[in-house]
């Protein structure tokens, strides 16, 4: 079993930045590739970044490339997703998800745990 927690989520203002965090617990976190999904009210969870488990290989969905960041310290068993230059659509309750596979996947059905997720609203 992992646990997920998430953290670091609140209200901004459009432009403003904000870092998410995932702390993970009950495995080792080296062992799991982990993704940040997003699900804003009436839409479908949807991919925002994964990252491999040694941290080499990440991605990004089109709509935050170049504004979104995620690192991850598996020493602090903690994965990061560092949101900068906010938009109003970027308003929606994020999640972490862990899997344990190779690389990294951009839908939620092979990732194996998740947090209970952060709300993230951006004001115009």
């Known amino acids: 079993q992992v646990q997920l927690v998430e953290s670091g989520g609140g209200l901004v203002q459009a432009g403003g930045s904000l870092r998410l965090s995932c702390a993970a617990s009950?495995?080792?976190?080296?062992?799991?590739?982990m993704g940040w999904f997003r699900q804003a009210p009436g839409k479908e969870r949807e991919f925002v970044a994964g990252?491999?488990?040694?941290?080499?290989?990440?991605r990004y969905a089109d709509s935050v490339k170049g504004r979104f960041t995620i690192s991850r310290d598996n020493a602090k068993s903690t994965v990061y997703l560092q949101v900068n230059s906010l938009i109003p659509e970027d308003t929606a309750v994020y999640y972490c998800?862990?899997?344990?596979?190779?690389?990294?996947?951009?839908?939620?059905?092979?990732?194996?745990?998740w947090g209970q997720g952060t709300q993230v609203t951006v004001s115009s």
């Open positions: 998800a862990a899997g344990r596979y190779a690389g990294v996947v951009t839908t939620p059905g092979p990732y194996d745990y």
């Open positions: 990252i491999s488990g040694g941290g080499a290989i990440t």
């Open positions: 009950g495995r080792t976190l080296s062992n799991y590739a």
